[in-house]
């Protein structure tokens, strides 16, 4: 006896976005702020959060507003879950619904060796770097609005260890480890996770902690031999990279590290 098989066959469609909008965290930041310009221009309206620096927020708010896109400001504490209660309520009253989370949010990193990390600076690192409070608080509303994309910017000392990158490594090992686990769990939802593994780029971050003096010749010349492309990134080439994980464009993409950093780990 044959037996019938219907396949369903589900229309792609080319709106690169779904409705609503993208919640960038750490939008102030060098790499949040170019997230958060790639997904403007992109087509994705933005609601932005910050933690202090409104200022900034606003006169980014500004330029994403001349591509056309609706923005919001959202002042969001990454350690305070009540705030990021607070910034997807509001960001849903405002645009309908939300699609997407970029978290790019941490704080500027010491560079010590971990036999030198002082532990209140361990545990400070583990409570900034993680992004399980804004998972928790999106994945109901992603779940009641047909899916959605967490976009994780974790670093490519996953793929090689940098010594005396500690503070930044290995807290967010932590959250690739939960970028899968939502991956695997949430997926029947329509739910999806990646991260962008960051390496050296010429932006925020590490131009102060070169203005500090943590970063020397000898650094820069043995970390530049390391990378096959021979150069430091640049900011947008994160956000390019952001916007299509967020996108429809990876929508049968989950669970999945891109890493963006000129080869390192190669």
Same mark, same amino acid.
């Given at each position: 006896?044959?037996?019938?098989?219907?396949?369903?066959?589900?229309?792609?469609?080319?709106?690169?976005?779904?409705?609503?909008?993208?919640?960038?965290?750490?939008?102030?930041?060098?790499?949040?702020?170019?997230?958060?310009?790639?997904?403007?221009?992109?087509?994705?309206?933005?609601?932005?959060?910050?933690?202090?620096?409104?200022?900034?927020?606003?006169?980014?708010?500004?330029?994403?507003?001349?591509?056309?896109?609706?923005?919001?400001?959202?002042?969001?504490?990454?350690?305070?879950?009540?705030?990021?209660?607070?910034?997807?309520?509001?960001?849903?009253? =405002?645009? !309908?619904?939300?699609?997407?989370?970029?978290?790019?949010?941490?704080?500027?990193?010491?560079?010590?060796?971990?036999?030198?990390?002082?532990?209140?600076?361990?545990?400070?690192?583990?409570?900034?770097?993680?992004?399980?409070?804004?998972?928790?608080?999106?994945?109901?509303? @992603?779940?009641?609005?047909?899916?959605?994309?967490?976009?994780?910017?974790?670093?490519?000392?996953?793929?090689?260890?940098?010594?005396?990158?500690?503070?930044?490594?290995?807290?967010?090992?932590?959250?690739?480890?939960?970028?899968?686990?939502?991956?695997?769990?949430?997926?029947?939802?329509?739910?999806?996770?990646?991260?962008?593994?960051?390496?050296?780029?010429?932006?925020?971050? @590490?131009?102060?902690?070169?203005?500090?003096?943590?970063?020397?010749?000898?650094?820069?010349?043995?970390?530049?031999?390391?990378?096959?492309?021979?150069?430091?990134?640049?900011?947008? =080439?994160?956000?390019?990279?952001?916007?299509?994980?967020?996108?429809?464009?990876? !929508?049968?993409?989950?669970?999945?590290?891109?890493?963006?950093?000129?080869?390192? !780990?190669?």
């Amino acid at each position: 006896m044959r037996t019938a098989i219907t396949i369903r066959r589900g229309r792609v469609s080319d709106q690169i976005f779904p409705d609503g909008a993208t919640m960038v965290l750490g939008a102030t930041g060098g790499l949040g702020a170019a997230s958060a310009r790639a997904l403007a221009r992109d087509g994705s309206d933005i609601a932005l959060c910050f933690r202090s620096k409104r200022d900034a927020a606003e006169v980014l708010a500004e330029e994403l507003r001349a591509h056309g896109r609706k923005v919001s400001l959202h002042q969001v504490d990454a350690t305070d879950p009540s705030t990021l209660d607070a910034a997807r309520d509001a960001a849903i009253a =405002e645009h !309908g619904r939300v699609h997407g989370l970029v978290w790019a949010a941490g704080p500027l990193v010491d560079q010590l060796h971990l036999s030198g990390t002082p532990l209140e600076k361990w545990k400070r690192a583990i409570e900034v770097n993680g992004f399980f409070s804004a998972a928790q608080a999106l994945i109901p509303h @992603f779940r009641a609005s047909g899916g959605g994309s967490f976009v994780h910017l974790g670093s490519a000392g996953e793929l090689y260890w940098p010594p005396r990158d500690g503070l930044s490594v290995a807290p967010k090992a932590a959250n690739e480890s939960l970028v899968r686990g939502i991956a695997k769990e949430e997926g029947r939802h329509g739910i999806r996770a990646n991260s962008v593994l960051v390496g050296v780029i010429d932006a925020g971050m @590490f131009h102060e902690l070169l203005a500090q003096g943590q970063f020397d010749d000898a650094w820069v010349k043995e970390v530049q031999s390391q990378l096959p492309l021979r150069r430091w990134g640049k900011a947008e =080439e994160i956000g390019h990279a952001v916007s299509f994980l967020v996108s429809n464009r990876a !929508g049968y993409t989950t669970g999945q590290q891109l890493a963006v950093a000129g080869g390192y !780990g190669v």
